[in-house]
C-alpha cells in the first residue's frame, strides 16, 4: 500500500508538472481527438487565434486552418490515421477570430490506445507570422530591386521611347513578379496607355477605354497621381472606393496597385501603373525603391526626348518640318536604288522664290518665315509625300520625282506643279501675293548615278536657270530643247484633237490575181493649220508617250466605221476598213470594251472594220493578246496580223 501511495503521489506530481508546462508555455500547446476536435489547449494557443475557450472548443482544426493550406493538412492527417506516421511538421496560415490570418510552425504528434488505435493528437503551435512576413518583405524587396536592376540596364542601352516602356513593364511582370504593369502617357491632354505586359486582355480594354474617356478619367487613381505628382498607393483594391473596376481586378487576381507619375522637369508626363496579387503589397520599403525606379524611368524619358530632338535637328528643318539636306540626300540614295531596281528614271527638282529677300527685308524676317512655312505647307500637300521634300537652303528647296518612264514626263510634272504653285495665292499679314519660282531638273541615270551628283547638276541647271531668266532648265542643255520641242506638239496635239484637225485617208488594198479592191488600210494624218499634212512618224510616239493615243485611236474607229456606214448607204461597193492598233491600246483593259461600243452603232458596222496588229505586239503578252482578239474576233471584227514570221523566236 505505501508503494502503491508512492507511485501514487509520483504521478500527481508528474501531472502537475506538465500541467503547469502546458499552461505556462509561451508557445501554444492543443490536442484533437481522432477527428480532429479540439479536445484542449493552453491559454497561449487561445491567444494566438483570439477566440475565448468555450469558442475553441467547439471547433475543428479544419475551422481554424486558412482554405489555402487545408488539403495539405488533410494529407498528412490522414497519413497519421492509416498509420502512415507517427508526427509531421508544416508550416500553415490559422485564421484567426475576425478573419485575421496568422501564420504558424505547427509540429504534431500521435498518441495511440493500447490497440494502436489514435487517441489523440498533440501538437505545438509556434506564432511565426512575424518572421513569415519578414521573410514575405525580402523576398517582395529582392523582386523590387530585380526590377530595378534590370530596368536600369535597360535605360542604359535603350533608344527608343516605344521600347522603353514595353520593356519596362514586360520587366515588371517577369522580373518583379506583378500580375500586371502598365506605362501611360499624356498626349494633347488625353491619357493613353502606351504599353501593358500581363494576360487580361479584358481588363486591359477596360482601362483603355476609362482612360479615353475625358470624364470617367478625372475619376482615376492614373489622373490623381498625374494632378498631384505623387504616387497614388491602393493596398486592398478590392474595398477601396477608389479603384473603378475593384470587381475585375479582384477576378483578374489583382489586389494591390500603385500608381506613380513620371515626371520631367516638374511635368507628369505619364505614370506607370503596377497591379500585384498579394495585398498589402506596397509599404515603406517597396515604394522608396518604386519611387527610384520611375526617378531612373522619367531620366530616361528626358533623356530619350532631347536625343530625338537632337536627331532631328540632324535630320530636319525646324521652321518648316521638311528635310534637310542630309536626309533628302539619304532619301534620295533609297529612291534611285528603287529606280535601278525598276528599271525607270527619277527627277531630282531644286527651286527657289523670287523675290523672297525683297519680301524678308520689307515686311520682316518672322513674314518671311511664315511664308516659308506655307510654302512647304502647299509642297507637301499638293505632292502628297512630304518624305519627297526638302529644304535646302534660305529659300531654296528640293524635291523628287521617284519614278520618271519617258524624259518628257519630268517636264509634264514641272510643268503641272508650277502652273499649280503659280496659281496659289499667299496669305502674308492680310494681304495676298502670289510667288515666282525658279527651278533646276538633273535626272537619273542621265545626270549622275548618286543622289550626291544629280543634287550638284540640279543645282547648276537652277543657277543657270536663274542667269537666262528661263523658268527651269534641265541640267543637260540638248535635254530642255528636246522636251520643249515635246511639250510643244503635245500641247498642239492636244489642240489638234479639240478642234478635230486629224484626218483619215485611205490606201486601196488590191488583190493581185483578181485586180480588184479587196480592202482600205486607214491612214491618219495631221491637218495641221500652220504646216498642213504632217505624217504620223512625226507624232504617234509623242501620243504613245503622252496616253493621247487611246482618244486617237477611238476616234480613228469610228470615223473608218462611219465611213464605211456612210458608203454603204450611198450605194458603193463597201470593203472593210483596216485600221492599225497600237501596242498600247491593246493593253488597256478597255480596248475591247471601245470595239463593242464602237461597232454597236449598226448592225452592219462589225462587217466593215479590220483591226491591224503586229504579231510583236501579241508577243508582249500572248495570253492576254490572244484572250482579247478572240473577244474581238467573236463580235464579226476582223483581225488581221501584220509581219507575221518575225516572232518567230518569240514563240520558240
Given at each position: 500500500?505505501?508503494?502503491q ?21 509561451n ?5 484533437t ?8 489547449f ?6 494566438m ?18 482554405p489555402?493550406?487545408?488539403e495539405?493538412?488533410m494529407?498528412y492527417?490522414?497519413?497519421?490515421l492509416?498509420?502512415?506516421r507517427?508526427h509531421?511538421?508544416?508550416a500553415?496560415r490559422y485564421v ?15 498518441i495511440?490506445?493500447?490497440e ?11 506564432d ?9 518583405r525580402i523576398?517582395r524587396?529582392?523582386?523590387v530591386?530585380?526590377?530595378l ?6 535605360i542604359?542601352?535603350?533608344?527608343k521611347?516605344e ?10 511582370t517577369e522580373?518583379?513578379?506583378f500580375?500586371?504593369a ?8 488625353r ?8 494576360k487580361?486582355?479584358?481588363l486591359q480594354a477596360?482601362?483603355?477605354?476609362v482612360?479615353?474617356?475625358g ?5 482615376t ?18 474595398n ?23 515626371v ?9 501603373a503596377?497591379?500585384s ?10 515604394l ?36 534637310n539636306r ?15 531596281s ?5 527627277a531630282?527638282?531644286i527651286?527657289d ?16 518665315d511664315a511664308?516659308?512655312k ?8 499638293n505632292t502628297?509625300?512630304a ?11 528640293a ?18 506643279t508650277l ?9 502674308l ?18 545626270d549622275g548615278?548618286?543622289?550626291?551628283t544629280?543634287f550638284g547638276?540640279?543645282?547648276?541647271a537652277?543657277k543657270?536657270?536663274?542667269k537666262?531668266g528661263?523658268?527651269y ?5 540638248e ?11 503635245e ?13 483619215l485617208h485611205?490606201q486601196?488594198?488590191v488583190?493581185?490575181?483578181s485586180?480588184k ?12 493649220p500652220q504646216s498642213?499634212l504632217?505624217?504620223?512618224g ?7 508617250e ?12 469610228r470615223?473608218?466605221i ?5 458608203w454603204?448607204?450611198?450605194g ?6 483596216a485600221?492599225?492598233?497600237s501596242?498600247?491600246q491593246?493593253r488597256?483593259?478597255g480596248?475591247?470594251s471601245?470595239?463593242e ?13 479590220e483591226?491591224?496588229?503586229?504579231e510583236?505586239?501579241i ?9 482579247s482578239l ?23
Open positions: 500500500i505505501t508503494e501511495r508512492q507511485a501514487l503521489m509520483e504521478l500527481e506530481k508528474s501531472e502537475s508538472w506538465f500541467r503547469s508546462i502546458f499552461e505556462n508555455a508557445t501554444g500547446i492543443a490536442s481527438d481522432a477527428v480532429g476536435r479540439l479536445t484542449s493552453n491559454e497561449t494557443f487561445r491567444a487565434l483570439g477566440y475565448d475557450a468555450e469558442e475553441l472548443k467547439k471547433m475543428n482544426f479544419s475551422d481554424l486552418t486558412h489555402e493550406d487545408l495539405i493538412s494529407v492527417f490522414d497519413e497519421i492509416a498509420g502512415k507517427d509531421y511538421r508544416i500553415k484567426a477570430k475576425h478573419d485575421r490570418i496568422i501564420w504558424v510552425d505547427l509540429s504534431a504528434a500521435v495511440r490506445d493500447e494502436g488505435k489514435v487517441a489523440s493528437l498533440v501538437a505545438v503551435i509556434q511565426i507570422t512575424e518572421r513569415r512576413q519578414a521573410e514575405l523576398k524587396l529582392n523582386r530591386l530585380a526590377v536592376s534590370q530596368i536600369n540596364s535597360l542604359v542601352r535603350v533608344q521611347r521600347e522603353l516602356f514595353s520593356e519596362a513593364c514586360r520587366i515588371a522580373a518583379g513578379g500580375r500586371m502598365m506605362i501611360a502617357i499624356v498626349e494633347d491632354g491619357i493613353a496607355p502606351i504599353a501593358f505586359s500581363g487580361d486582355e479584358e477596360s482601362i483603355r477605354t482612360l479615353s474617356s470624364e470617367s478619367a478625372q475619376k487613381m492614373v489622373y490623381q497621381a498625374i494632378t498631384e505628382k505623387k504616387p497614388v498607393i491602393s493596398n486592398d483594391s478590392l477601396d472606393p477608389r479603384v473603378l473596376f475593384s470587381r475585375k481586378y479582384a477576378e483578374s487576381g489583382v489586389n494591390s496597385m500603385a500608381v506613380f507619375p513620371l520631367v522637369s516638374n511635368e507628369a508626363v505619364g505614370v506607370i503596377l497591379y496579387e498579394e495585398r498589402e503589397f506596397f509599404h515603406d520599403e517597396e522608396q525603391l518604386l519611387s527610384e525606379l520611375t526617378g531612373d524611368i522619367s531620366f530616361a524619358i528626358d533623356h530619350i526626348d532631347k536625343q530625338e530632338r537632337l536627331n532631328y535637328l540632324a535630320y530636319y528643318d525646324v521652321l518648316t518640318g521638311l528635310a542630309n536626309l533628302f540626300l539619304d532619301r534620295a540614295g533609297q529612291f534611285i536604288r528603287a529606280a535601278e525598276g528599271r525607270h528614271g527619277l531630282l527638282v527651286f522664290l523670287e523675290r523672297f529677300k525683297n519680301i524678308n527685308d520689307s515686311l520682316g524676317r518672322l513674314v518671311g511664308l516659308l506655307q510654302v512647304a505647307s502647299w509642297l507637301s500637300e502628297g509625300n518624305n519627297l521634300l526638302a529644304r535646302v537652303g534660305t529659300d531654296q528647296f524635291m523628287l520625282f521617284p519614278e520618271i518612264r519617258q524624259d518628257v514626263d519630268a517636264a509634264r510634272l514641272v510643268e503641272k502652273a499649280a504653285f503659280l496659281d496659289h495665292w499667299f496669305l499679314e492680310g494681304t495676298e501675293f502670289r510667288i515666282g519660282i525658279k527651278l533646276g531638273i538633273a535626272l537619273f541615270p542621265d548615278a548618286d543622289a550626291e544629280l547638276n540640279a543645282e547648276a537652277l543657270m536657270a536663274k537666262g528661263d523658268r532648265l534641265f541640267h543637260k542643255k535635254m530642255t530643247e528636246t522636251v520643249a520641242t515635246k511639250l510643244s506638239m500641247n498642239q496635239l492636244r489642240r489638234a484633237i479639240e478642234n478635230e484637225e486629224f484626218v485611205y486601196p488594198k488583190n493581185l490575181s485586180g479592191v479587196v480592202a482600205a488600210e486607214a491612214l491618219i494624218r495631221w491637218n495641221d498642213g504632217v505624217h504620223p512625226r507624232f504617234i510616239t509623242i501620243l504613245e503622252t496616253g493621247l493615243i487611246h482618244e486617237v485611236g477611238r476616234w480613228a474607229l470615223k473608218a462611219e465611213d464605211y456606214l456612210r454603204r448607204e450611198m458603193f461597193s463597201a470593203v472593210r476598213i485600221v492599225n492598233v501596242p498600247i491593246l488597256n483593259p480596248f475591247v471601245d470595239i461600243k464602237k461597232i454597236g452603232v449598226h448592225e452592219h458596222a462589225a462587217e466593215g472594220l483591226l491591224e496588229i503586229t510583236s505586239m508577243m508582249e503578252d500572248v495570253t492576254r493578246a490572244v484572250s478572240k473577244l474581238i474576233h467573236d463580235m464579226g471584227v476582223t483581225v488581221a496580223i501584220d509581219d507575221f514570221g518575225t516572232g518567230f523566236s518569240s514563240l520558240g
